[in-house]
């Protein structure tokens, strides 16, 4: 505990530490193509977490970034942000500071080399919400805070002197009750919830090639209606029909 407390309160004196600077800077139109930060949407099935992708895209050298998100639901709380896997995850001084509904994502150069020109992820935001939680649509915005009288929101910096504010692009988290979204065979759970052959492909691999593959939602595989809602070769043998026999007439089922 008394470390999580310490750890706190660093990342809080390094967030109001590059704040100053940023507020020192003189404020500027964004140079070149406009710059922007783009938060994902995602779907989340109960009782899961939600994780959402944040991006951001630069057409400069960037010094520092922040970026601050809030969302509007009194039934999840922010839990963390991971750097694992985007473009500043080699930035040594990096960090978030949140609380349930907002928080403060930053990476400010050190010793290494600019954030180069480039579009790619930031990272992911986590958030949970307790079991009970009814379905619904949460909006994952930008905010304005302050922390210790220095203003938090969303900057991109080139350098001592050059600070702008980024175009944002907000998503959504959609809470639902079962990840099967309208009718079934969206095997490959992709979001334009269209069914084709990647469709099928994807239930061949996980019936008799890989059976180590977990589906991303198995209720959208009951595809021949199965009140055990066990994936087989029933419902391999149903996309097929559907697919290339009776050629999307009649529908597939709608999800249970």
């Known amino acids: 505990m008394k470390r999580n407390i310490l750890t706190a309160l660093a990342l809080m004196l390094i967030v109001i530490a590059i704040g100053s600077r940023i507020e020192a800077r003189v404020m500027i139109p964004d140079p070149g193509q406009p710059d922007s930060i783009m938060v994902d949407s995602v779907y989340a099935v109960l009782p899961n977490q939600a994780i959402i992708p944040v991006n951001f895209y630069n057409d400069q050298d960037l010094t520092a970034i922040e970026v601050t998100l809030r969302h509007n639901s009194t039934f999840l709380k922010i839990d963390s942000f991971s750097f694992v896997g985007g473009r500043v995850e080699q930035i040594g001084l990096k960090g978030f500071v ?5 928080i403060t994502i930053f990476a400010f150069q050190a010793d290494e080399a600019p954030i180069s020109p480039g579009t790619g992820l930031l ?16 909006m994952v915005d930008s905010t304005t805070t302050f922390v210790n009288l220095v203003e938090r929101g969303n900057y991109f910096s080139t350098g001592e002197t050059s600070t702008f504010k980024p175009q944002f692009k907000y998503g959504y988290v959609d809470i639902m009750q079962t990840c099967c979204r309208g009718s079934v065979g969206n095997v490959g759970y992709e979001d334009n919830n269209l069914v084709d052959i990647g469709d099928l492909t994807q239930l061949i691999v996980y019936l008799f090639i890989d ?9 959208e595989a009951n595809i021949d209606g199965s009140l055990d809602g066990v994936v087989d070769i029933g419902d391999l043998t149903a996309l097929i029909s559907y ?9 597939l089922p709608l999800c249970q």
């Open 98 to 102: 949140e609380d349930d509904t907002s």
């Open 123 to 138: 990272g992911h935001l986590y958030l949970s919400y307790p079991g009970g939680t009814p379905a619904h649509l949460v």
């Open 243 to 251: 697919l290339f026999i009776t050629r999307g007439n009649p529908p």
């Open 211 to 219: 059976l180590t593959i977990k589906l991303k939602c198995e209720s």
